[in-house]
Nanobody
């Protein structure tokens, strides 16, 4: 059974930074692309970022490119999302995902979801 456990969320002022982490277990993490989604209150869930199994290829939503950085440590089975220059509109529940294969694309299936961690950015 695959488990994805997020941590690192919290309350931060606008302009601040947070680093989210996702600890993965249950199948060989280094074989699968990983990513992050977010869902703000009253809005649809949206893709934030993803990276390939090796970590060599990254993908970002236009809204976070240049502000957020996704990375992974396969030796520790963890994925991180460094979030800088945060704005109130970044407030959301952020969820870690594991894809069905080693590369991301909009058509690649998400196999597993974490429970999510709340990020709140105050103005």
């Amino acid at each position: 059974q695959v488990q994805l456990v997020e941590s690192g969320g919290g309350l931060v002022q606008a302009g601040g930074s947070l680093r989210l982490s996702c600890a993965a277990s249950g199948r060989t993490v280094s074989h699968y692309a990983m990513g992050w989604f977010r869902q703000a209150p009253g809005k649809e869930r949206e893709f934030v970022a993803a990276l390939s199994a090796s970590g060599a290829i990254t993908y970002y939503a236009d809204s976070v490119r240049g502000k957020f950085t996704i990375s992974r440590d396969n030796a520790k089975s963890t994925v991180h999302l460094q979030m800088d220059s945060l704005k109130p509109e970044d407030t959301a529940v952020y969820s870690c995902v594991q894809y069905s294969g080693p590369f991301y694309s909009t058509t690649v299936r998400v196999d597993y979801w974490g429970q999510g961690t709340q990020v709140t950015v105050s103005s």
